[in-house]
């Protein structure tokens, strides 16, 4: 029996050799593989504590702006969201508040200080500066400034409706005065028709008494050839009536004069227009004349020491001219003065304050009627043209004078250009030079024109001013010749 179990036993205890290596390799390997999954699972929790501590520590995460933020989480839009997502978020909208728009956050500092700093740079000129510590500041300096600018805008209103109210009241004012002056002018105006009328009269009966003495004397040499001591007698006592008609002449004359005011030419001529109001510099100066006074850049004055005035006129057709200190040229007109530049200063004059000013052709409320005749040599060429006759009338007519066709009793100022020349031939180039002959006619034509005017102008009393006389009384002399 005990033979027969020998192996038995042998066997089992091999089996359980066998099942006890193999429940130890199983249990190693469980072993390794435990450690193995330890070691990666320390690893990975190392790899985490560090990423957590890099994102916040502990002691943040104890603070109240992580309470706050984890507040927000519990909210229902938050609550899938991470705190990362969510602080991102809250930076998108505070950058997006700053500069309009999603950036980073050092974009978003760096833009609101280039913000900060171009609007520094442009209220510099106005001297109201921008607080560069943060937009919010910026922010209430610029509302505070802006309501400074509405306030001051409010003042400014209230006093242009002041100045608006007292401009109305001196418009008022001067056309009262102009209405009255207008009236005035009216008056004067028709006594003037009445005298012009009358002279008018005088003037039909003196032509009519002449045409009367020339055919009764017409009849008196037809009766002479028939009766010469009848005809004698006949002159003798026509004689009588000529002499009778000339004396109703010299008295009508006189009686005509008394219808025209005395030394007229030489009160416009002296009159001032203006002064000069301030002396600038680089040949600068500027009057007292300004808008609403009918003056226009390029208008041109005289002007005439404040203690001497204006010289009296002796000879308005002489050459000799009154002595002033030199014109100036209107450039720019004000509000209630102009600025003039000085065309020309005479030699040791000096422009002051309270000078003189005078142009002739300028009134701001009465049109001086002036006639022009003649060719004009306003160039000093010596050579005069009929085109320089125009540019005179258009600076009378620029400048508020009024042409006029005919010399009247109501004409101003007559203004001749250079007297026509003669040309001198001897008898025997007229006698054979047709060319000659004809420039002979035209120049005595053109010299009986010429004295037809002027011997009607001093007929009426009217005054007349040569070319230069004319040019310097209203300041263009001496701009004519640069």
């Not at 199983?26 to 390794?32: D, E, P, S, T």
């Not at 805008?153 to 109210?165: D, I, P, R």
């Not at 109305?168 to 012009?196: C, G, I, P």
Request: glycine share 6%; with cysteine; charged share 25%.
């Amino acid at each position: 029996m005990a033979a027969v179990s020998q192996p038995g036993f042998r066997g089992g205890l091999i089996t359980a050799l066998v099942v006890f290596v193999v429940l130890f390799f199983i249990a190693a390997i469980v072993a390794v593989v435990k450690g193995i999954d330890d070691k990666d699972k320390e690893q990975k929790l190392v790899r985490l504590t560090k990423l957590y501590q890099e994102a916040i520590t502990e002691g943040e995460m104890s603070g109240p702006d992580y309470k706050d933020v984890a507040a927000v989480r519990n909210q229902p839009e938050y609550r899938s969201r991470t705190v990362f997502d969510i602080l991102i978020s809250q930076r998108n909208a505070l950058t997006t508040k700053l500069v309009g728009q999603s950036m980073g956050g050092a974009e978003a500092l760096e833009a609101a200080s280039q913000v900060i700093q171009t609007a520094n740079d442009r209220l510099k000129a106005v001297g109201v500066p921008v607080p560069g510590t943060s937009l919010a500041g910026a922010i209430g300096v610029l509302t505070e400034a802006v309501l400074q600018q509405q306030a001051g805008a409010t003042q400014l209103k209230a006093q242009l409706a002041s100045n608006t109210n007292q401009m109305k009241k001196q418009v008022d004012s001067s056309l009262a005065e102009m209405t009255e002056h207008k009236k005035n002018l009216e008056a004067a105006k028709t006594e003037a028709t009445t005298a012009s009328a009358q002279t008018a009269a005088y003037r039909q009966s003196k032509d009519d008494l002449f045409v009367k003495v020339e055919k009764d004397l017409v009849d008196s040499v037809e009766k002479a050839h028939k009766a010469d001591e009848d005809a004698k007698s006949q002159m003798a006592v026509k004689d009588g009536e000529v002499k009778k008609l000339q004396a109703q002449v010299r008295t009508l004359v006189a009686k005509m004069d008394r219808y025209r005011p005395q030394n007229v030419a030489d009160s416009i001529i002296r009159r001032a227009d203006g002064k000069i109001a301030q002396v600038g510099r680089n040949d600068v100066a500027y009057i007292d004349i300004g808008l609403g006074q009918q003056i226009t850049p390029g208008m041109t004055f005289q002007i005439y020491d404040r203690e001497l005035g204006i010289p009296k006129t002796t000879n308005t057709a002489a050459d000799d001219l009154p002595q002033g200190k030199g014109s100036l040229e209107v450039t720019r007109v004000g509000a209630n003065s102009s600025e003039c530049r000085v065309v020309k200063l005479q030699q040791g004059q000096q422009i002051v304050e309270g000078d003189l000013i005078a142009n002739l052709i300028y009134d701001p409320n009465v049109k001086l009627k002036f006639k022009v005749y003649g060719d004009f040599d306003i160039d000093q060429n010596r050579v005069a043209t009929a085109a320089e006759a125009e540019i005179v009338k258009r600076l009378i007519a620029q400048w508020g004078g009024a042409l006029v066709e005919e010399v009247t009793i109501d004409t101003d100022f007559v203004v001749m250009g250079k007297e026509p020349t003669i040309p001198q031939y001897t008898s025997d180039q007229l006698k054979d030079d047709p060319i000659a002959q004809f420039q002979m006619e035209k120049a005595t034509k053109a010299m009986a024109a010429y004295e037809k005017i002027r011997t009607e102008a001093l007929d009426m009393h009217v005054p007349v001013l040569n070319q230069n006389r004319f040019l310097y009384l209203i300041g263009f002399f001496d701009l004519a010749r640069k």
